[in-house]
């Protein structure tokens, strides 16, 4: 019996199906946005969101959006068809040119055209979803899931779609791995035990943030007027607002303690007292996803809040108490919460089956 060396792995992968897909979602949108242009209906932001307020798509007016968004969805669709393809045929400046336009249009459609209302929802989705057989809480979930509020979860989806599109596309141009974006570079910063350093500071402030908004709202709970008023306490409390306040400072509370996670040892492990999985490791994909995703959609929320002047009163004026307090804070979660992901990413991804760099 003769016994031969297995063949090596192949260092590139199949066509990407990635850059197809985010062409036909992005594409899809795109004919809707015609259509609300040649319609002039259906379009879901500005001065047709009743809620609009907070976002920074209340500056373009309704009768410019529809056909802006055609326009940069339709192109964006293409780009990403082009991305689909060899990179030896395209020109660099073209290369360029279509990385650059997928990193600004992506970055629109998951952080800009979201707003406060995508991260309330993933905060208050857990009380909506086991509470509807119960008839509470009493909302008309009619008046909840709205388009509006549709059409930016789209958004978020295009917006990953495409960003991920442009990240296969650049490591293509770059010569390095599809599966883990490595090259023959030295690492520096991005190495293990770098990423150890700088991911526990980010983890931290990535972790207080939603605490200190957490307290406010127990606080409430627990009938403490704290940063308020005594009587709009009591206005809360009587409207049951006290009670959803309550529910999203434990979903902060939960992603804070999830957050540390991401730099202490249970968040490689499983601990002991999770029956069937204590002590296996912790797949990376479900702490880098879902982190990833509130860290989205935290920094949306932000950029919504910072481009309202009312957020900037409560920095100088007699607005700012310990309600609000640290709401200014917001700007800074997100991209810590990010960084913390990507470190704890950085950490545990280890040698790439492809590749064989570790």
Not at 14 to 29: I, N
Not at 327 to 346: E, I, K, R, V
């Amino acid at each position: 019996m003769t016994i031969t060396d297995a063949p090596p792995r192949p260092t590139t992968r199949p066509p990407d199906r990635l850059a197809p897909l985010a062409a036909g979602w992005l594409g899809l949108w795109g004919v809707l946005a015609l259509l609300a242009t040649i319609t002039g209906a259906g379009y879901p932001f500005g001065a047709n969101d009743p809620h609009g307020d907070v976002n920074l798509l209340r500056l373009v007016p309704v009768d410019v959006g529809p056909p802006l968004f055609a326009l940069l969805l339709l192109t964006a669709a293409v780009a990403a068809l082009a991305m689909s393809r060899p990179t030896t045929s395209t020109p660099r400046p073209l290369r360029l040119l279509l990385a650059g336009y997928g990193w600004a249009v992506a970055a629109l459609l998951a952080l800009v055209v979201p707003d406060a209302r995508v991260l309330v929802m993933l905060g208050y989705a857990p009380m909506l979803i086991i509470g509807a057989p119960f008839g509470w809480p009493p909302v008309d979930y009619s008046e909840v899931f709205t388009w509006p509020l549709f059409a930016r979860f789209a958004a978020v989806i295009a917006g990953l779609l495409l960003a991920g599109a442009v990240l296969v596309w650049q490591r293509r141009t770059a010569e390095a791995c599809l599966a883990c974006g490595r090259g023959d570079a030295a690492r520096g910063w991005t190495s293990p035990a770098a990423a150890a350093r700088w991911g526990r500071w980010s983890a931290g402030i990535a972790a207080a943030i939603p605490l200190a908004y957490a307290v406010t709202r127990f606080a409430w709970a627990a009938g403490v007027p704290l940063g308020i008023s005594r009587d709009f306490l009591t206005e809360m409390q009587e409207n049951g607002a006290v009670w959803a306040g309550f529910g999203l400072g434990a979903f902060a509370t939960v992603g804070a303690v999830l957050t540390l996670g991401l730099v202490q040892r249970w968040g490689e492990r499983f601990p002991r007292w999770m029956l069937g999985l204590a002590g296996r490791r912790v797949p990376v994909r479900l702490a880098v996803i879902p982190a990833t995703l509130v860290a989205i959609a935290v920094t949306a929320a932000t950029l919504g809040l910072v481009a309202n002047p009312r957020f900037w009163e409560l920095a100088g004026g007699d607005g700012l108490n310990l309600a609000t307090g640290p709401m200014l804070l917001w700007p800074a979660w997100g991209p810590a919460l990010g960084l913390a992901t990507y470190a704890y990413h950085l950490r545990r991804r280890g040698a790439c089956r492809r590749c064989g760099r570790g």
